[in-house]
Nanobody
Framework: QVQLVESGGGLVQPGGSLRLSCASS????????LAWFRQAPGKEREFVAA????????SYVDFVKGRFTISRDNAKNTVYLQMNSLNAEDTAVYYC????????????????????WGQGTQVTVSS
């Protein structure tokens, strides 16, 4: 069974940066896809970014392009989300998710395509 544990959230001022981490444990697949989603109060969970574990391909939602970067460290079995130029609209709980056996020729942006989820980490952008 795969487990995901997020860390790195916190309070940051507008324009600041944070790096989120998501550590995996258990029986993981070499072909997995890892993604970050976020959910703000009163809103639906939304896709942020995804990365393929073996091809390095990435996908981002438009409103984070140029500000957020997803990366992974295979040796540490960890995926990261570097977030720069944060603003109040980025305030949310950020979740890491994994699809261990993806069959699509693209990186899915649908939460329902990811079977494993972390507990989430709070990111608050405020002055």
């Amino acid at each position: 069974q795969v487990q995901l544990v997020e860390s790195g959230g916190g309070l940051v001022q507008p324009g600041g940066s944070l790096r989120l981490s998501c550590a995996s444990s258990g029986r993981t697949s070499d072909n997995r896809v890892l993604a970050w989603f976020r959910q703000a109060p009163g809103k639906e969970r939304e896709f942020v970014a995804a990365i393929s574990w073996n091809t390095f391909s990435t996908s981002y939602v438009d409103f984070v392009k140029g500000r957020f970067t997803i990366s992974r460290d295979n040796a540490k079995n960890t995926v990261y989300l570097q977030m720069n130029s944060l603003n109040a609209e980025d305030t949310a709980v950020y979740y890491c998710a994994a699809d261990e056996y993806p069959y699509r020729p693209y990186l899915s942006t649908l939460a329902s395509d990811y079977a494993t989820w972390g507990q989430g980490t709070q990111v608050t952008v405020s002055s």
